[in-house]
């Protein structure tokens, strides 16, 4: 059985209206220069952290890449600002969404346009202190490590594949 078949969810093709994007989901890593966005699924011990932002949605941490920024450089920021948390050990990279805008210019200057990519990957994390919340980010309210099971309910209000990329996460960790 693929991971397709095990993930049915996050490898279906789809749409987030709120960046005017179509967005298939692949575990072949994207080439560096598309990558404009790169999300951590953070673990302690056995638990998953997440993060409550002002919307009351939980999410994995993790943003935008700010121009000619390393990847390694954007996971390590973005922890420290969406979380308050620090690498405790090597990235995984779980796969990508591959992403087409629809708008008619990018987010950000420096970004690829039409085509990007949002780069997913786990990591073990140290949680130690409270997120920094610059202006020009989701503004994260509560930091917590849940068990599986939780993160896995509490994911599911930042979109429906976010059950299954935790899932995804959690299994590759296991087989590493």
Known sequence: MTLADRYPILHAPSRWEWGGL???FSTDPPPDELITNIHV???VDDRIV???DDR???LVPGG???AGEAIEDCVIRELREEAGARLAGPLRWLGAHYATSDRPTPYREWQPHPHKAWLWCSAEVVLGGAPTNPDDAEQILEVRAW???EAIRLAAT???HMAELLGLAAELRGAG
Do not use: I, K, M
Request: charged share 35%; aromatic share 14%; net charge negative.
């Open 64 to 66: 935008t890449r700010e």
């Open 41 to 43: 699924v953070c673990f």
């Open 147 to 149: 068990p599986f099971d």
């Open 22 to 24: 179509d967005v298939p």
């Open 56 to 58: 009351d949605a939980w």
């Open 50 to 52: 997440l993060c409550r």
């Open 158 to 160: 930042d979109g429906a």
